[in-house]
């Protein structure tokens, strides 16, 4: 591997390992409010919000960090009263119980209306229009949860990429060619000082488990978990505490606690996911500092090579791709090869493959702790030399197949399940 690739593979990683406060489509809502209301330059009147079904779906059900409410609204209301687009996905750090209690009344005058974007192809879209007595903006994010697209004050046009190649594509095109057999050299052959930042996913993702098993978020899954290490059926293990860490983690997340996590590829739960199991058996088994940032590279540039061809956004819940990632990483602390560590792609994808997203909310926690169980299970497996084989079901005997597989499932096959989940979610009651 050239010094130019590798340089390009670690700033991939930066640009797609960022913290977030938040479920971070609502957030990503947040940010391009906060980018139209500062293009007005005044108070919203009016904000009219048109979304992807994915962002909408994604939204309808999640915690709004520091708020106590769930959904779209008051996430449209604090961007534009407190929301500041230099914080990216933080974009709502600033939000205070007054600005909450402001945000509430906002909504209660009708100030805001939201409504699915119709005829568009991009999974991951939001317009914003800000309007007041006599002036308005517009702001679009597309392609990726901090991607602005558009921006414009009045009649004049500030940014428009619109018409160009998108920038999601452009990023693919600058973004290096990876495979899963890169990847892992990468991985162990990376100089140790230049991918130490890798650790800052293991302080964050780590600190907010540890925040939630003091209060209770969600359905407190992690919680549960944890109070049951005695227990006869879980026991208190290095597989309940992989449990018990990382669905703590995503049930703070969804029930909106004001507790940053370090996201993969624009989701908290996929680097939530893709961390704290390879933490916890690091730790657990008395691994160096330097085996942890190798094993935790690897699971993140795992999830973040297979993203590249699923998307932003899909009918496939992202914990699929996490916690392959994780397996991966786990596989080789427990002293596999590159043949295990691809063993365990392989006995992943035969698993977990279509397990729907139906939005983020509290039970993400389920599907999570679901993931990473199968994540220690697929290792298992690996480091016992087998495998599913090609004869079965969809895995190829090219591991990186399999992963197109997986991908094109994800992405394509699936896309009237999304419009399916959707129908269901936004009909229930009626």
């Given at each position: 591997?050239?010094?130019?690739?590798?340089?390009q593979?670690i700033?991939l990683?930066?640009?797609?390992?960022?913290?977030?406060?938040?479920?971070?489509?609502?957030?990503?809502?947040?940010?391009?409010?906060?980018?139209?209301?500062?293009?007005?330059?005044a108070?919203?009147?009016?904000?009219?919000?048109?979304?992807?079904?994915n962002?909408?779906?994604?939204?309808?059900?999640?915690?709004?960090?520091?708020?106590?409410?769930?959904?779209?609204?008051?996430?449209?209301?604090?961007?534009?009263?407190?929301?500041?687009?230099?914080?990216?996905?933080e974009?709502l750090?600033?939000?205070t119980?007054?600005?909450?209690?402001?945000?509430?009344?906002?909504?209660?005058?009708k100030?805001?209306?939201?409504?699915?974007?119709?005829d568009?192809?991009?999974?991951?879209y939001?317009e914003v229009?800000?309007?007041?007595?006599?002036?308005?903006?517009?702001a679009?994010?597309?392609?990726?949860?901090?991607t602005?697209?558009?921006?414009?004050?009045?009649?004049?046009?500030?940014?428009?990429?619109?018409?160009?190649?998108s920038?999601?594509?452009?990023?693919?095109?600058a973004?290096?060619?990876?495979?899963?057999r890169?990847?892992?050299?990468?991985?162990?052959t990376?100089?140790?000082d230049?991918?130490?930042?890798?650790?800052?996913?293991?302080?964050?993702n780590?600190?907010?488990?540890?925040?939630?098993f003091?209060?209770n978020?969600?359905?407190?899954?992690?919680?549960?978990?944890r109070?049951t290490?005695?227990?006869?059926?879980?026991?208190?293990?290095?597989f309940?505490h992989?449990l018990s860490?990382?669905?703590?983690?995503?049930?703070?997340?969804?029930?909106?606690?004001m507790?940053?996590v370090?996201?993969?590829s624009?989701?908290?739960n996929?680097?939530?996911?893709?961390t704290?199991?390879?933490?916890v058996?690091?730790?657990?088994?008395?691994?160096s500092?330097?085996?942890?940032?190798?094993a935790?590279?690897?699971?993140?540039?795992?999830?973040?090579?297979?993203k590249?061809?699923?998307?932003?956004?899909?009918?496939?819940?992202?914990c699929?791709v996490?916690?392959?990632?994780?397996s991966?990483?786990?596989?080789?602390?427990?002293?596999?090869?590159?043949?295990?560590?691809?063993?365990?792609?392989?006995?992943m994808?035969?698993?977990?493959?279509?397990m729907?997203c139906?939005?983020?909310?509290?039970?993400?926690?389920l599907?999570?702790?679901?993931?990473?169980?199968t994540?220690?299970?697929s290792?298992?497996?690996?480091?016992?030399?087998r495998?599913?084989?090609?004869?079965?079901?969809i895995i190829?005997?090219?591991?990186?197949?399999?992963?197109?597989n997986l991908?094109?499932?994800?992405s394509?096959?699936m896309?009237?399940t999304?419009?399916?989940?959707?129908?269901?979610m936004?009909?229930?009651?009626?």
């Open positions: 591997m050239t010094e130019s690739e590798r340089r593979i700033e990683i930066k640009k797609e390992v960022i913290p977030a406060i938040g479920c971070t489509e609502p957030i990503a809502v947040a940010l391009c409010v906060a980018k139209a209301a500062e293009t007005l330059g108070k919203p009147e009016k904000i009219e919000v048109l979304l992807s079904a962002i909408l779906k994604n939204a309808m059900g999640v915690g709004i960090p520091g708020t106590g409410m769930v959904g779209l609204p008051i996430a449209v209301a604090l961007g534009a009263l407190i929301g500041k687009s230099d914080y990216q996905l974009v750090r600033d939000c119980p007054e600005a909450v209690e402001q945000g509430k009344q906002f909504i209660a005058e100030r805001i209306c939201i409504s699915l974007k119709e568009i192809t991009e999974k991951l939001i229009i800000c309007k007041t007595e006599d002036k308005t903006a517009k679009i994010i597309a392609g990726g949860h901090t602005f697209i558009y921006i414009a004050k009045n009649e004049q046009t500030l940014l428009d990429k619109q018409q160009t190649v920038e999601e594509e452009e990023e693919e095109e973004s290096p060619e990876l495979n899963l890169k990847v892992y050299d990468f991985a162990l990376a100089p140790l230049e991918i130490r930042f890798i650790l800052d996913t293991a302080r964050l780590k600190a907010a488990a540890e925040q939630a003091k209060g978020y969600g359905h407190s899954l992690g919680k549960m978990l109070g290490y005695e227990h006869k059926v879980m026991g208190n293990s290095v309940s992989i860490y990382t669905s703590a983690a995503c049930d703070a997340r969804m029930a909106g606690a507790i940053p370090m996201s993969n624009g989701s908290g996929q680097g939530i996911s893709a704290l199991p390879v933490v058996f690091a730790e657990e088994n008395g691994k500092e330097e085996e942890l940032i190798r935790l590279m690897l699971s993140h540039l795992t999830v973040i090579y297979i590249q061809s699923l998307g932003r956004l899909s009918a496939l819940c992202g699929v996490a916690a392959t990632g994780s991966c990483g786990i596989t080789w602390l427990m002293g596999g090869n590159y043949n295990q560590v691809a063993f365990a792609v392989q006995n994808i035969a698993n977990l493959t279509g729907i139906d939005g983020a909310k509290p039970s993400c926690a599907k999570v702790t679901t993931g990473v169980s994540a220690v299970l290792a298992m497996m690996a480091m016992e030399d495998c599913v084989t090609s004869v079965e079901g190829d005997e090219d591991v990186d197949q399999s992963i197109r991908t094109r499932i994800g394509q096959a896309n009237e999304d419009k399916m989940v959707l129908d269901i936004t009909h229930k009651g009626c």
